[in-house]
């Protein structure tokens, strides 16, 4: 996917800074401007599909209180005579947060602010499979009591930082894709040729990737109640193009392949997102 130099940069200092420090360069680093923020977060996922999750999920409460807040999907979450009981099963970046942000299943949208301790059960997210180092947990609730004051409603780039990583993530799978061919190619001399058809498929792929990514940009400067059919549609797009591509190759008969460990993130971030997107 094309970006810029300025956002490249970005993105490449942040990647060797999470590698060298911890996911507070996440949480306090990621531009503020819609579209630099898109482009970062799915840089970060095309070389990282956890690391680009975990940039979406804690740059979008950045500034929200101190410490890594991992903000939820969509769970049973009710909060009756001021108390908060439910389950989220897929809770990215909460095996590392100080804070969650737990959304109420109300149809409100709102969040409510959890910290980790006993009233608060964290424990491996069931069958989750790709995205292994996205720290995605389940959290269950009991009766945490909140204030009326807690409420809040979600980031404008929660969804469209969710959809970002996605689409990230199947540039990883383009990018890794074409590394392999290329090596291929370097070591048959040739010999293993590249039929149109393929050629048209890693072109159609790279097409709508970038398509998915202003897409998105246009999604956040835009109406708010379009967003939702906008991201998840340039969720469905990004998630086609992988899918495609690994349809169209070899990866897919070796499961330990670069690529098909790339295309399970797509996967998983895909379900994740719709959870996260608000639906309209």
Request: charged share 20%; with cysteine.
């Amino acid at each position: 996917m094309a970006q810029s130099t300025a956002t490249l940069d970005v993105a490449h200092a942040l990647f060797a800074r999470y590698k060298t420090e911890s996911f507070a360069a996440l949480r306090d680093s990621l531009p503020s401007r819609p579209a630099e923020y898109v482009a970062v977060v799915c840089e970060l996922a095309a070389l990282d599909g956890s690391l680009g999750w975990l940039a979406a999920m804690f740059g979008s409460t950045a500034g929200a209180a101190d410490g890594l807040i991992a903000p939820s999907a969509r769970g049973t979450g009710v909060v009756r005579d001021g108390r908060l009981t439910g389950r989220w099963d897929c809770v990215v970046g909460a095996r590392y947060a100080d804070l969650l942000l737990l959304s109420v299943d109300d149809g409100s949208g709102v969040l409510v602010p959890a910290v980790p301790g006993p009233a608060v059960h964290i424990e491996p997210a069931p069958g989750s499979v790709g995205l292994d180092g996205a720290g995605i947990c389940a959290v269950t609730v009991t009766e945490l009591a909140v204030a009326a004051g807690d409420l809040r409603p979600p980031d404008p780039r929660l969804a469209a930082g969710a959809a970002a990583a996605v689409i990230g993530c199947a540039d990883g799978v383009w990018r890794s894709h074409v590394e392999r061919v290329r090596a291929r190619l370097t070591v048959f001399h040739g010999g293993d040729e590249v039929t149109d058809d393929a050629a048209a498929q890693v072109a159609r792929a790279a097409s709508d990737i970038d398509a998915s990514a202003l897409q998105i940009i246009a999604a956040l400067d835009g109406a708010a109640e379009l967003s939702g059919w906008a991201y998840r549609q340039a969720v469905a797009r990004a998630h086609g193009a992988a899918d495609r591509l690994l349809a169209n190759s070899r990866h897919a008969l070796d499961a330990a392949d670069p690529v098909s460990l790339r295309w399970r993130d797509v996967q998983a971030g895909r379900r994740l997102a719709d959870a996260v997107i608000t639906r309209g």
